[in-house]
């Protein structure tokens, strides 16, 4: 990933854009595909490889490390949420400067190289189960033998059984079928879990383009939209301790039955009360929004820098009066008044006007915004005004992700600096008057700054962290208890697949729903995990908690007790055969 964001790689004329994009591609695609390969490597091992390390006994040391684990995970997502952004900020490049991807990308693959390197030096003190095969080859193939012995054994004239993985006892052994049946059960239970990730990931995206059209000034703290997403894993880190410490052992002590499936069903009606939080903070964000004309409106901006009132008249629609901004000097032409009258235009007007900025005898025309700058930004645009200008286009607007910026503005002769401070997700149109150094810029806020503030973004995600603490970490915890002691990895890939269909869900239900408003969308995703949650209660009622050591030692003391009572039987069989043949050998002495 690092190297395929290296533009000068292929950028052979120097112009900061690469020759052979599919080279880039193909190696962004390389890299996604390694981190997909050691992401599959990790992450199902690695929480069952730490609580591999607790005997029977200590499943209450157990229960601390998955709490400790998902500390130290959300420890690293709180350190790269905030050293990333700054590392991709810098300018680097060999022939033209821009964005430091490749240092942003290439500092964590040297990380993950030193932690590599520090979790082999501790090889020799981790409890290491032996590896038992493919389990998951063995897995499949007894469920597949299963399917297709009871189906062959579908007449009604053969007796039924317990189970139908029953069915695979002619070829496999008692003990892997009752480990299959505990996974399968656990399994069927992760079938509702996928709707909690699929509002939980949106914290990630949903979530930040919303903080895109709030006011991120936190005094002499500056937050961008991206890093509002440090408050996650800052609670995270807060809570997790609180849990475990104050009020799980508080429920206990109130003779509450607080079980895990418990817990997870109160942190999905968390995350579901965090996207209710995220629709109203959206409709008060919507009344704050400019209105910006669709593809059948427009929207008219006039400057009127005369010495008299101007009369504007459109078709299909009644004249109106633009005051004259009185300039004392019309040859120096400076800011006078701005109007904006955004909602004037008729129903019959079809064709699409250009925003015009009238100064006496000189029209002005111009290409506004029609939306508000991404991620925050400030959209800033120079026109320099002179009496000798009769028609002229403004330049480009560019975009500024700062609160304050100080500009230097030149003619060759004169050298004058500009400072002026800028709100998020708001455009100007400063006007530069021909002697610069001795008079003041003055500027048309052409979209208003946002206004509410990022701060109230706090409640929904201490909510939906909140959720993710009893949730999540439970979770981890409840795949490991429940799981046979040679399939403890495949539940927690299990238990990972999950997340993976959670986000395949925001797309599918996106694309159905077809929804224009935000704050709406949040409802319906709200409304659906909370029918889910009444679903998952509904099945964790029903759900029985299993001891898997203890059923695995009960077939293992099963199979050893049948294959005892064989070997006494073998030897019976051994000395009748035996006996036979000492009575043959004295009957032929005899003869």
Sequence with gaps: MAVSAIHDITD?????????????????????????????????????????????????????????????????????TIITPILRGQECGIHSQQKCYPLAFGVPAALMVVALVVFIIGSGMYHKTEPQGNIMLDVCKCIGFAIKN????????????????????????????????????????????????????????????????????????????????????????????????????????????????????????????AFVAAALVQIQIDKTLPTFPSSSQSQLKLLNMGSIPLTVTLPNNDPFVIEAAKVNHPEEVLLGIHITKPDFIGRNLTQIIKSIYIFSDTLLQTDDLMAKPEQGANAIRYFCLHYKTHKHRFPKH???????ATFTITNGANTCEYSREFGFGSSYTLLIPSHFCSESISGVEDIQPNSFHMGWQIPQYFLITCGEVVFSVTGLEFS???????????????????????????????????????????????????????????????????????????????????ESDKEELQMQKKDVVDHHNEDDEAKQTKM
């Design 12 to 80: 052979t004329d120097r112009d900061g854009t690469p020759d052979n994009l599919t080279l880039h591609i193909v190696l962004s695609m390389v890299g996604l595909l390694l981190i997909a390969l050691g992401t599959g490597g990790i992450k199902p091992c690695v929480a069952a490889f730490g609580g591999d390390q607790f005997q029977d006994h200590q499943a209450k040391q157990r229960s601390t490390f998955f709490s400790v684990f998902y500390l130290c995970i959300n420890g690293g997502s709180l350190l790269s």
């Design 150 to 273: 009871r189906f062959r054994h579908r007449s009604s004239s053969y007796p039924k059984r317990m189970h139908w993985m029953d069915w695979a006892e002619e070829k496999y052994e008692k003990l892997l079928i009752a480990q299959i049946k505990m996974v399968l059960k656990v399994l069927f239970l992760y079938i509702p879990l996928p709707m909690f990730w699929t509002l939980f990931d949106q914290k990630g995206s949903r979530w930040t383009l919303q903080a895109t059209t709030m006011d991120g000034n936190f005094g002499s703290l500056i937050l961008q939209p991206d890093q509002m997403q440090t408050v996650n894993p800052i609670l995270i880190l807060t809570l997790v301790p609180i849990m475990d410490s104050v009020v799980y052992p508080l429920i206990k002590k109130c003779g509450l039955n607080f079980t895990p499936l418990r817990r997870m069903t109160v942190g999905m009606f968390l995350a579901a009360m």
């Design 398 to 404: 560019l975009f500024l992700l700062i609160s304050r």
């Design 480 to 562: 490991y208890s429940q799981a046979p002691s040679n399939m403890k990895a495949v539940l927690q890939a299990g238990w990972l697949f999950t997340v993976a269909i959670g986000n395949f869900i925001v797309l599918i239900v996106a694309e159905i729903a077809q929804i224009e408003e935000q704050w709406a969308e949040f409802v319906l995703f709200a409304s659906l995990l909370v029918a889910v949650c009444v679903i998952f209660s509904i099945m964790a009622y029903f759900y029985t908690y299993m001891d898997p050591a203890e059923i695995e030692a009960q077939f293992r003391d099963k199979g050893g007790k049948e």
